[in-house]
Structure formats: C-alpha cells, structure tokens
C-alpha cells in the first residue's frame, strides 16, 4: 500500500477503537464486532488502493497505450512481421489457442494481462533476445512479470503445439518428404535431413565445462531433423556443448525408434538391383547406417563418381542448414547467449523451433536479410563401427545411378 493508504487505515482503526471503548462502555458492541470493523476497513483501503491503479504489476500508463494504441490499433502486416516475425492473423491463431492455458482470473484486486500482451512480450524477447529491463519499459509492466511471461509462453507452445507441429511424417505427409526431395533436390529414398547446432547459454554453476563447446564458448546442442521445405520433423535440445554429434544422436529417441524399425516403413525401391530404403542424410559426424546415409570419406583420392555423389548429398543437404539459419535469423535471441537457467533453455529453444515451424506452415515470409549463416564446425568424422554391408551398397548404388544421370545430362 501508499503511504496515504496506510494512514487511511490507521485513522479508521483509531475511529475503531474510540467506538470500542464508548460502545463497550455502554455495552452495545462486542469483540467480534470490532474485529468485523476492521477487516471493513482492510477492505475499504484495498479498494482505494485499487481504484489508484488500473494496471497490474507496476505498468506505465504511458506503455500501456504504446501497446494499445499503436500496437494493436495501427501496426500494419509488414510493422507486425518486422517486429514480432509474423503477420497480425498468425499472432491471433496463437493468441486463441494459448488462450486456456494463460489465461488468468480477474479479482478483485488485481488486473491481470491479457493474454494477447503476455504472447506479445514472449515474442519480442525471442525475435530480439534483448533484456528484461527494456522489454519492461516497453510494454509497461515489471521485470519479473517479463522473466514471467517468457517462461510461461514458451511453456505453453511447447504443450499445445509440439505434438501438432513437430512430427515425424507418416502416411501421406512421408510421401510427400521423399517427393520433396526426389523433385526439388534431385535425391530419392530421403525422408528428411539430420545435423546438430550449437546453441550459446551462460556457464552453468554446476559441470560448466561440459558445456564448453570446441568454438570456446558455453552451449548446449540442438539436434533437428529437417524436410525439403525447411520444417522441423524432430528436434533433440539439451545435450552439452562439448558433446560428439554421433553420441547426441546414439542417445535420442530418434535412434532407438530407428533401430528399432519404427523410424520409416520397409518402402524400399529398386536402384539399379539394389533394395534403397527410406533414410535421412547426415554430415560425416555421423554413423553410416542402413537409415541414414552419409557421404564418402574426403581421402584426396576419391573417384570422380564418388565425389559427384558427395556433391548431390550436400546439395540435398543444405535444407537443414537453411532451416536454422531461417530459425536463428527469426529468433534471434538464439544468436545471442540465453541468459537464462540451462532447465529453462530446452523449452525457449522447442518454442523457437515451434514457432518456426507455424510461420513456415501457414505461409509467413521471410525477409533474406534476416538469414543467420552459421559458423558451425562439423563435428569430426566419426568412425564407422556398423558391420551391416547394406548401407554401403546401397551408397554403392546411388553413386552409380548419379553417374549415369550425369553422364546423360552431359551426352556421354
């Protein structure tokens, strides 16, 4: 409460105790009565105390009629893709199915923030990455109530959207991956793209040199699984900087259901007398594996047919590089270091990654100049420890129907 709240409350309490003494004198009041006074007089001081205000959380009433007035009222399309990375009916679509889960109770004596506003300053972080003080300054309400909103939002995407968003394709939608590919990137049998990023956080109190990546920095990894149009098919996030690509993705879901034959259905396709099944494209940091197919080793010696074969996986390839670049160029506090608990970076990043995926699905564009060009090493190759012959011929396989594809584009 003010400082003239307080009195306020005083001044009754004294008028209180007066009547007490006069009305016990006279023996018309009793004790309970008094004590009902007084909890009148509470509630009296808090409605005044109310009625001074009509924000919660410390807002400027400046602020609020930034966001009011010229946010919602005058913000074109192209003022809301620059500063939130989507158009007005992309944040509504959010804004309606966020609604059951932050949505809060109006009482008597606070004012809650709507959930348009608490959407509204979860996206500015992630488009911008700037720091609690300014966000709180911008949308008029408090620091902690931001650090709030961020956590709370990115929370929600994650349980709402995740499982809608974020899929491994079946059914049709596989069928059309591997199309995808085959048409726009000239690689057949591929049901998507693997790799890994590093993601920068603050060191962690506990094991932070485990997080030290080889850059020479703090982070953890994020490993996805991408399609030809630059979606999200699966993502891994939390792994330590420090950690190969190869054990990140030994240890994920992804590889147990590979292994286990749930990954993609038995579809193979006959190339040149070779069985070629469908499969995901990695870099050299991973395995060769009869589900996920890599390029030859770079010796200095390789065949000209085998350095063709190199080239049109890169090529097929450079969707997942793409994809982050897109993801970090929209969300760029993923450029920066997450100044946050190392617990709350796995939903920050799954919020970006799912955010990402709704602005690709419904259409959004992106502006180029906005494109984050890693600097990602590749992790260092990693030995081939599978005996399986089968991924090798089916590599064999491919290389040799990509000579002849190249061989008869040339009229040879």
Same mark, same amino acid.
């Given at each position: 409460? *003010? &400082?003239?709240?307080?009195? @306020?409350?005083? $001044?009754?309490?004294?008028?209180?105790?007066?009547?007490?003494?006069?009305?016990?004198?006279? !023996?018309?009041?009793? %004790?309970? %009565?008094?004590?009902?006074?007084l909890f009148a007089a509470l509630a009296v001081a808090a409605a005044v105390n109310a009625a001074t205000t009509e924000r919660m959380l410390g807002a400027y009433d400046r602020s609020q009629?930034?966001?009011?007035?010229?946010?919602?009222?005058?913000?074109?399309?192209?003022?809301?893709?620059?500063? @939130?990375?989507?158009?007005?009916?992309?944040?509504?679509?959010?804004?309606?199915?966020?609604?059951?889960?932050?949505?809060?109770?109006?009482?008597?004596?606070?004012?809650?923030?709507?959930?348009?506003?608490?959407?509204?300053?979860?996206?500015?972080?992630? !488009?911008?990455?700037?720091?609690?003080?300014?966000?709180?300054?911008?949308?008029?309400?408090?620091?902690?109530?931001?650090?709030?909103?961020?956590?709370?939002?990115?929370?929600?995407?994650?349980?709402?959207?995740?499982?809608?968003?974020?899929?491994?394709?079946?059914?049709?939608?596989?069928?059309?991956?591997?199309?995808?590919?085959?048409?726009?990137?000239?690689?057949?049998?591929?049901?998507?793209?693997?790799?890994?990023?590093?993601?920068?956080?603050? *060191?962690?109190?506990? +094991?932070?040199?485990?997080? @030290?990546?080889?850059?020479?920095?703090?982070?953890?990894?994020?490993?996805?699984?991408? +399609?030809?149009?630059?979606?999200? $098919?699966?993502?891994?996030? &939390?792994?330590?900087?420090?950690?190969?690509?190869? %054990?990140?993705?030994?240890?994920?879901?992804?590889?147990?259901? *590979?292994?286990?034959?749930?990954?993609?259905?038995? +579809?193979?396709? +006959?190339?040149?007398?070779?069985?070629?099944?469908?499969?995901?494209?990695?870099?050299?940091?991973?395995?060769l594996l009869p589900w996920l197919m890599k390029g030859y080793p770079e010796s200095g010696q390789l065949t000209r047919d085998k350095r063709h074969f190199n080239y049109r996986l890169s090529?097929?390839?450079?969707?997942?590089?793409? !994809?982050?670049? %897109?993801?970090?160029?929209?969300?760029?506090?993923?450029?920066?270091?997450?100044?946050?608990?190392?617990?709350?970076?796995?939903?920050?990043?799954?919020?970006?990654?799912?955010?990402?995926?709704?602005?690709?699905?419904?259409?959004?564009?992106?502006?180029?100049?906005?494109?984050?060009? &890693?600097?990602?090493?590749? !992790?260092?190759?990693? *030995?081939?420890?599978?005996?399986?012959?089968?991924?090798?011929?089916?590599?064999?396989?491919?290389?040799?129907?990509?000579?002849?594809?190249?061989?008869?584009?040339?009229? $040879?």
């Amino acid at each position: 409460m *003010a &400082g003239h709240e307080i009195l @306020f409350v005083l $001044l009754l309490w004294k008028i209180l105790c007066n009547n007490g003494r006069n009305l016990t004198r006279r !023996a018309l009041m009793t %004790r309970r %009565r008094d004590r009902k006074r007084l909890f009148a007089a509470l509630a009296v001081a808090a409605a005044v105390n109310a009625a001074t205000t009509e924000r919660m959380l410390g807002a400027y009433d400046r602020s609020q009629h930034w966001w009011e007035r010229d946010v919602l009222q005058t913000f074109s399309d192209e003022k809301w893709m620059e500063n @939130f990375r989507m158009t007005k009916a992309t944040f509504d679509y959010l804004c309606e199915k966020l609604q059951p889960r932050l949505s809060r109770r109006h009482t008597r004596f606070r004012i809650p923030v709507s959930v348009p506003k608490r959407v509204a300053v979860a996206l500015w972080y992630l !488009a911008t990455g700037c720091d609690y003080r300014t966000l709180s300054n911008l949308f008029g309400v408090g620091k902690s109530s931001v650090c709030t909103f961020v956590h709370e939002v990115c929370k929600a995407l994650v349980e709402v959207f995740k499982d809608r968003c974020i899929k491994l394709p079946k059914g049709d939608h596989l069928r059309e991956v591997v199309s995808g590919f085959e048409e726009e990137l000239n690689f057949p049998q591929c049901a998507g793209v693997i790799d890994g990023t590093h993601i920068p956080i603050i *060191a962690p109190k506990e +094991d932070h040199c485990d997080y @030290f990546n080889r850059k020479g920095w703090h982070s953890v990894i994020l490993q996805a699984v991408v +399609d030809h149009s630059y979606r999200f $098919l699966n993502i891994n996030v &939390g792994w330590a900087g420090s950690v190969h690509d190869a %054990r990140v993705l030994r240890n994920s879901t992804l590889f147990s259901m *590979a292994e286990d034959g749930d990954l993609f259905p038995n +579809d193979t396709r +006959d190339i040149l007398g070779t069985p070629v099944p469908l499969m995901l494209l990695g870099d050299p940091a991973y395995p060769l594996l009869p589900w996920l197919m890599k390029g030859y080793p770079e010796s200095g010696q390789l065949t000209r047919d085998k350095r063709h074969f190199n080239y049109r996986l890169s090529r097929a390839r450079i969707v997942v590089e793409c !994809a982050f670049g %897109r993801l970090k160029g929209r969300w760029r506090c993923l450029l920066k270091r997450l100044d946050v608990d190392t617990s709350s970076v796995v939903n920050i990043v799954g919020a970006a990654c799912i955010l990402h995926n709704v602005c690709e699905m419904r259409g959004e564009d992106f502006d180029e100049g906005l494109m984050s060009h &890693g600097d990602d090493l590749p !992790a260092g190759p990693v *030995a081939n420890a599978n005996h399986d012959t089968r991924p090798l011929e089916v590599r064999e396989a491919l290389t040799q129907l990509f000579a002849q594809q190249r061989n008869a584009a040339e009229g $040879l």
